[in-house]
């Protein structure tokens, strides 16, 4: 009946090397799933090893819960906590150069950033893209139907550094101070179209070099990426199409392979579909393992309340009160619904429905109130709680003789076991097999 509680009491002290490597194993997986480069996935787990190992294992929390929360803060870290937001020249106008491969969501992208702009700004979409005419013809129907000021190529024109000329002079002329440049782009990053940028860039220069990747083409995207960086030193990503069912990896492997921000998320066909880059969601994406942002954020709150360090000091001289029964039973409450926390994390599901009756929140308070009845000693030293006493206590907590009974004997039991527990030394406690 205990079960549900005492899952949550399964290891305490450190976190374990073999705590951290099974959990790692399903997190590795993850990754490679996710579309993370091996080579990243590699340092990475190396990396949160090294944080996890050793670390004190919280009150409440699973040992793989706590790797999870770890890994979770890890990604979030290295795609960057920080916004990156667009770069606004101090002296206009600011000159945003879009690159990118055919077909990953450059002109969309244009607009859709015109679009976030022209609250605050008057930007101007400019057609560079001399190849195609119904590319010209595409950035001309989107920005018109959004309201924002365009500028194509006259007929016949074929030289694009001539078109940025215009381009430029047109925006002094009507005070654009944004100019968004969309360029041409190849099914590959060959050379001759890193030539045509790597021009354009020169005469400008611009504030901004942003590459679109299309976010559904995984690690292509991230070579997609170092290409471009290399030839034209990007300043931002942005990564389209997250709308789609990718997990994203690529956001990830892009920042850790060219240092370069993921800045922008396109979300969707329409204009208004852009969000500004958020890491944690991202992290939580890319792991695809349910709501580890709300997990990791109640670890960060009990780690904050303090609680747990209060237990872990009377663990240390192996001593289960009834004091350390009441901080077990608020740090539940502070989890909130036990299936709910059990639903965040898909791999512990099967931990579901133990002992639930013990976790029945209404029973939890009825327990709490007769802990709370007693006095200090009675709590430290509960041999002393005979007869009269236990009437009292009924009476102070509003519940009855019986109830008071259960909860000691929940406490005996719990506390039998507490001292096999320590005696399996300072791997950390475990469960005996079977319960
Ligand atoms: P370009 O060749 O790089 O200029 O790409 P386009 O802007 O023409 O976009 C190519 C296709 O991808 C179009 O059909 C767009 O509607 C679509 N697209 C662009 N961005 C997104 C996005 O964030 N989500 C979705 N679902 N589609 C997008
Ligand atoms: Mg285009």
């Not at 190529?153 to 654009?176: I, K, M, N, Q, T």
Request: net charge positive; glycine share 10%.
């Amino acid at each position: 009946r205990l079960e549900g509680v005492f899952a949550k009491l399964k290891s305490r002290g450190k976190l374990s090397e073999s705590d951290v490597d099974s959990a790692l194993r399903e997190v590795r997986r993850g990754l490679l799933e996710a579309d993370v480069d091996y080579k990243v996935v590699k340092t990475l787990v190396e990396a949160i090893k090294t944080r996890a190992v050793g670390k004190d294992v919280l009150e409440s929390i699973t040992p793989g819960q706590q790797v999870t929360a770890i890994v979770y803060e890890e990604l979030s870290e290295l795609m960057g906590t920080e916004p990156a937001p667009l770069v606004i020249s101090p002296r206009p106008p600011s000159v945003y150069l879009m690159v990118g491969l055919q077909g990953g969501g450059k002109t969309t992208t244009t607009v859709k950033i015109a679009k976030k702009l022209s609250s605050g700004h008057k930007p101007l979409v400019v057609a560079c893209d001399l190849r195609r005419p119904a590319a010209v013809e595409q950035l001309r129907i989107l920005a018109e139907q959004s309201k924002i000021g365009f500028f194509g190529p006259a007929a016949g024109e074929s030289d694009v550094l001539s078109v940025v000329r215009g381009a430029v002079r047109f925006a002094s002329e009507r005070l654009h101070d944004v100019i968004l440049l969309d360029t041409a782009g190849r099914l590959h990053a060959d050379e001759e179209l890193m030539e045509e940028l790597a021009a354009m860039k020169r005469q400008l220069p611009p504030t901004e070099v942003l590459l679109v990747v299309d976010a559904m083409t995984g690690q292509e995207a991230v070579k997609v990426a170092s290409a471009f960086h290399e030839k034209l030193s990007l300043t931002g990503v942005v990564l389209s199409k997250l709308d789609g069912d990718a997990r994203g990896g690529a956001a990830l492997a892009i920042r850790q392979v060219t240092g370069v921000p993921v800045k922008l998320a396109g979300v969707g066909e329409g204009t208004d579909a852009l969000e500004v880059f958020d890491s944690r969601r991202m992290a939580q994406r890319i792991m695809g393992m349910g709501d580890v942002m709300g997990l990791a954020e109640k670890i960060r709150e009990m780690a904050d309340s303090g609680g747990a360090e209060k237990i872990a000091e009377s663990l240390k001289q192996k001593k289960f009160t009834l004091e350390d029964l009441l901080l077990q039973f608020e740090q539940i409450e502070k989890m909130g619904p036990l299936d709910k926390v059990m639903e965040m994390i898909p791999g512990f599901s099967r931990m579901k429905g133990m002992g639930s009756d013990d976790l029945d929140p209404k029973r939890m308070k009825q327990s709490k109130a007769v802990i709370q009845s007693m006095t200090r000693e009675e709590r430290r030293n509960p041999a002393v709680i005979k007869g009269s006493r236990r009437r009292r206590i009924a009476q102070g907590s509003g519940t009855s003789v019986q109830m008071v009974n259960q909860l000691l004997a929940q406490y005996e039991q719990m506390r039998k076991l507490w001292k096999q527990f320590g005696k399996q030394g300072d791997k950390g406690f475990r469960l005996p097999k079977g319960l």
